[in-house]
């Protein structure tokens, strides 16, 4: 069975209606859904619907994510938040979040949250782009179960962790940059995995500093302890592995040390042999453009610059540079009016999901 293309209206309604069928208010799996899908409108396979079930459905099934979200502000000043999400909904717990930072930031320049016992949050890139629509610079990270050796090690310590920033542009598409510290993340292994794929060599290490290339056996090894992902540039210096290794661990620090959060191999979902919830950290901060010389200016200037390099000197046998959301923007154009590719293994779990929760769809690969 190939992929076969799913309508947004049929997505946006099935998902939201299984969110609610395990447990999730409507209003809050509103969000969830239209984080998830987001992945999908930017061509971001690892994050979309592909983890609809593992990640979220399974979770709230198994007892370690809430699916009625309690968001606590345990301390708040007037540019500053701490927020405790009790295991609830990450994408929740990260709208609410970045929606305080941004309307903190409205009235006094900047804002930033802290979050502490949140879940995965889905796609970063979602919350920085709420605060360019804004017209407001958005930055956000989150720690994550150890995936990372730090550089010169073969232990997994540090999640995947992305440094996610976006910027109000005067195009039609900000500048945003949501990517992990390591080479690739879990999510991308798990697509190789469904799609019967190799991961590429050089991307994840193994206790004796091999190279690791089968895709399942390395999403077991993650878990075990026998492999470990490589940061941004590489295992040792020659190729700058200490930057990504450097980054993860700045996201680390600021996913828990400000919050009093969970940190390195607490992060498992672990203990004592059975599955707990994974406490993670996220922090999100935004930044008034309209405080310093002004929304309009920013936006000109940073599309000039981006501008700029698109039409600079290509390499032989290029002939387009992009910039960072560019891609995503292209993807989103291209699906906006068919909708999602669905392939085999997720077309089998939403039939699942569908026939347990007895609702009432059919899909387009069963007609």
Sequence with gaps: MAKVVCSWDTLVSFVTDAFVGVGVPRED???CTDVLLESDRRGIE???????KPIYIDRIKAGIQNPV?????VRETATTAVVDGH???GQVIAYKSMEMAVNKAREYGMGMVAV???????IAGYYATMATKAGMIGITGTNARPSIAPTFGVE??????PLTIGLPTDEEFPFVIDCATSITQRGKIEYFARMGMDTPAGMVIGRNGEALTNSEEILKQLNTGEAALAPLGGIGEELAGYKGYGY??????????????????MLTGKKDGKLVPYHLGHFFIAIDTNAFMGEEEFRKISGDI????????????????FTAGEKEWIVWNERKDAGVPINEAVQKEFSAVRDELKLDYIFPWEK
């Design 87 to 89: 295991d609830g909904m």
């Design 156 to 161: 997994n310590m540090l999640g995947t962790n």
């Design 46 to 52: 690892s994050h979309g619907v592909n983890r609809f």
């Design 29 to 31: 799996a509103e969000i």
């Design 306 to 321: 981006l501008r700029e390099l698109r039409a600079s000197e290509k390499a032989p046998g290029h002939d387009r540079i």
């Design 69 to 73: 979200t309690n968001f606590e502000i």
């Design 248 to 265: 993860a661990t700045v996201v680390e620090i600021l996913s828990a040390a400000l919050q009093q959060g969970n940190y390195l191999k």
């Design 116 to 122: 502490r016992n949140s879940c995965h949050y889905g």
